[in-house]
């Protein structure tokens, strides 16, 4: 059993930067391929970015390449989201995600192939 939880949302202008953390609660990180979705008013559950077990391999949605980079830890059980230049569109609730398979481009971005899920950490751009 994997327990995420998330930090690091919070209000920011739009051209700021805020960094996420997800800190995971297991003997044994590194066999954790781990993603950060998010979550917008009145929309899906959309994929924005996941990083292989040993953070070698990176993969993110169109919207937020250059811009977001995902980085992990495995020393602190923990994976980064730091994202910069923000946008009022980013505004949505973020998720941390853990799955025990291996990186698999493009399947990392279903949401249905991660076993395990944070609570989020709302995150608000203002205009």
């Known amino acids: 059993q994997v327990q995420l939880v998330e930090s690091g949302g919070g209000l920011v202008q739009a051209g700021g930067s805020l960094r996420l953390s997800c800190a995971a609660s297991?003997?044994?990180?590194?066999?954790?391929?781990m993603g950060w979705f998010r979550r917008a008013p009145g929309e899906e559950r959309e994929f924005v970015a996941a990083?292989?077990?040993?953070?070698?391999?990176?993969y993110y949605t169109d919207s937020v390449k250059g811009r977001f980079t995902i980085s992990r830890d495995n020393a602190k059980n923990t994976v980064y989201l730091q994202m910069n230049s923000l946008k009022p569109e980013d505004t949505a609730v973020y998720y941390c995600?853990?799955?025990?398979?291996?990186?698999?481009?493009?399947?990392?971005?279903?949401?249905?192939?991660?076993?395990?899920w944070g609570q989020g950490t709302q995150v608000t751009v203002s205009s």
């Open positions: 995600a853990a799955r025990s398979e291996a990186f698999i481009v493009p399947r990392i971005a279903r949401r249905d192939e991660y076993n395990y």
């Open positions: 990083i292989s077990k040993s953070g070698g391999s990176t």
């Open positions: 297991v003997r044994t990180f590194s066999p954790y391929t």
